[in-house]
């Protein structure tokens, strides 16, 4: 007969409450409790290896006394982590489902090669992703997730981009999968962003490849 795991669960707290009345000692230490499995949903199988081995840490802990806190700090330490889901499968099991972070951007700092994610974290790459756009210029995360921000609320994707110019002035030019060149003002982007959507099907810019929007209202463009 199939036992439900609210039912399953009520076992083993009776068990606990029963062996701790005897030994308290003796029950942390009984190896039916202890941790034997780490099961990761959501990585591939080199990600995986490489948190399991930040999860040997719990193993052969004593299940009931493993407190959340201690997987979470693990967890949280990965970069290419967006969120995630634990749960205690008893009597020795944790299983963790985890929601991997989205690449959104290549990025250089220092020679080094990095992916920034959406979780707003920089992860470590050995090669630059050419499905993704590059931003150059050195901008601080706070500062690219501003433009990020922008764009997703106007009528370009970031998909649309291939690589993002950022200016110590704050300011962004973007430079598109097409060629195009715009270059943008230091306030209200998405204004700018939203009237070159506008206009860029219309006769007279097919041949336009630089759209300086930079003083607002006004439109200077460059032909090829």
Known sequence: MLISKDKRILIYLFLLILFGSINNKYFTNISFFKIKNTKLVGLNDVEKSNLLTEFEIIKKKNIFFLQKKELIKILNSNDLIESFLINKNYPSDINIIIQKTNFLANINILDENFLIGSNKRLIKSKLSDPNLPTVLGNPS??????????????????????????????????ELNSGILIKLPMSNPINSLNKYFEIKSLPQFNDIEIFDMRVENQIIVNES
């Not at 921000?149 to 300011?171: H, V």
């Open 141 to 174: 995360l706070k500062d690219f997730f501003l433009i990020n921000d922008e764009i997703l609320k106007s009528s370009i994707k970031l998909t649309d981009i291939k690589k993002l110019y950022f200016f110590p002035s704050k300011r962004w030019d973007l």
